[in-house]
């Protein structure tokens, strides 16, 4: 029971804020929204209500074929779909306030697989919302956040990089069917923080990596799903990628984190938290006595 505890306890963590670095060419409190292109004018104004639009706020919208470009070789035609329906909003914050990411009917992709997959893709300080007008897997709104960036910031993500946060996006979620999309996550940024400590050199090191932080998180994994782990690593180890801001980034994740616990509104929430567990527990053993 204390070890299900535990592990509740780590997923509300993963879930209360995670963080990263703000954009030269952009000022605090600058926002642009995607719009799914396949959005009925009605579903436009909720999402934009949703999102709290203002009349400053840049709006662009997001394709079908966008979607198909980046994730056409990493999902079926089937699951991509033909309509263009989430949507996100990016609103930036401080230097070194961190990434925030929050969703709203996606029921595939995770606060944690965007966050990733963003650090990935170079995106820092702002906050993030992903939303649609009825439940999506959320495989879209990474396109469009992406767009956005581009859009707002004036740089240019390599298209390399995107198709590899891309990837990432997809193959945790694939891996979090099957081990659980919290340990899918937390695999995968224990993998990232590691590399950015000491880069490998070899497949030999990188599998090391792979196999340590899968120890480290209890997880046992199979030889096929160490060998995807393999190909997307290697895969980010040989674009420009500045490892050094991603260590920096999951340290502001785990800052955040800390600081939230060490705070009363955390301190209050895990002694509730720890309350309802032992009711649980109580209650459960009541059944079988």
């Given at each position: 029971?204390?070890k299900?505890?535990m592990?509740?306890?780590?997923?509300l963590?993963l879930?209360l804020?995670f963080s990263?670095?703000?954009f030269?060419?952009?000022?605090?409190?600058?926002q642009i929204?995607?719009?799914?292109?396949?959005l009925?004018e009605?579903?436009?104004?909720?999402?934009?209500?949703?999102l709290g639009?203002?009349?400053?706020t840049?709006?662009?919208t997001?394709s079908?074929e966008?979607?198909?470009?980046?994730?056409?070789?990493?999902?079926?035609?089937?699951?991509?779909?033909?309509?263009?329906i989430?949507?996100?909003?990016?609103?930036?914050?401080?230097?070194?306030?961190?990434?925030?990411?929050?969703?709203?009917?996606?029921?595939?992709?995770t606060d944690?697989m965007y966050?990733n997959?963003?650090?990935?893709?170079?995106?820092k300080?702002?906050?993030?919302e992903?939303?649609?007008?009825?439940t999506?897997s959320?495989t879209?709104?990474?396109t469009?956040?992406?767009?956005?960036y581009e859009?707002?910031?004036?740089?240019?993500?390599p298209e390399?990089?995107?198709?590899?946060?891309?990837?990432?996006?997809?193959?945790?979620?694939k891996?979090?069917?099957?081990?659980?999309?919290?340990?899918a996550?937390?695999?995968f940024?224990?993998?990232?923080e590691?590399i950015?400590?000491?880069?490998?050199?070899?497949?030999a090191?990188?599998?090391e990596?792979?196999?340590?932080?899968?120890?480290?998180?209890?997880?046992?994994?199979?030889?096929?799903?160490?060998?995807i782990?393999?190909d997307?690593?290697?895969?980010?180890k040989?674009?420009?990628?500045?490892?050094?801001?991603?260590?920096?980034?999951?340290?502001?994740?785990?800052?955040k984190i800390?600081?939230?616990?060490e705070?009363?509104?955390g301190q209050?929430?895990?002694?509730?938290?720890?309350?309802f567990?032992?009711?649980?527990?109580e209650?459960l053993?009541?059944?079988?006595?």
């Open positions: 029971m204390k299900n505890i592990k509740l306890f780590i997923l963590f879930l804020a990263s670095p703000a030269a060419d952009v000022s605090v409190g600058d929204i995607t719009l799914g292109e396949n009925t009605e579903q436009k104004e909720q999402i934009l209500s949703e639009s203002t009349e400053n840049q709006i662009i997001v079908n966008e979607e198909v470009n980046y994730l056409g070789n990493l999902l079926p035609r089937a699951t991509i779909g033909t309509k263009a989430s949507s996100s909003s990016i609103t930036y914050t401080e230097a070194e306030s961190g990434l925030d990411v929050s969703t709203n009917n996606i029921n595939w992709v944690e966050l997959a963003l650090i990935t893709a170079g995106v300080d702002a906050n993030i992903v939303t649609a007008p009825f999506v959320g879209a709104a990474l469009g956040l992406m767009k956005a859009v707002s910031s004036g740089e240019v993500i390399e990089v995107k198709e590899a946060a891309n990837e990432e996006m997809i193959q945790t979620a891996l979090g069917d099957q081990i659980g999309a919290e340990n996550s937390a695999l940024t224990k993998i990232k590691s950015a400590k000491k880069p490998p050199q070899t497949d090191e990188l599998r990596i792979i196999l340590q932080a899968a120890e480290d998180l209890g997880l046992t994994l199979t030889d096929e799903q160490i060998q782990l393999m997307v690593f290697n895969k980010l040989k674009l420009d990628i500045d490892w050094n801001q991603v260590g920096d980034q999951i340290n502001q994740a785990k800052d800390s600081k939230y616990l705070s009363e509104e209050n929430l895990l002694e509730r938290m720890k309350q567990f032992i009711s649980l527990f209650a053993k009541s059944l079988f006595s």
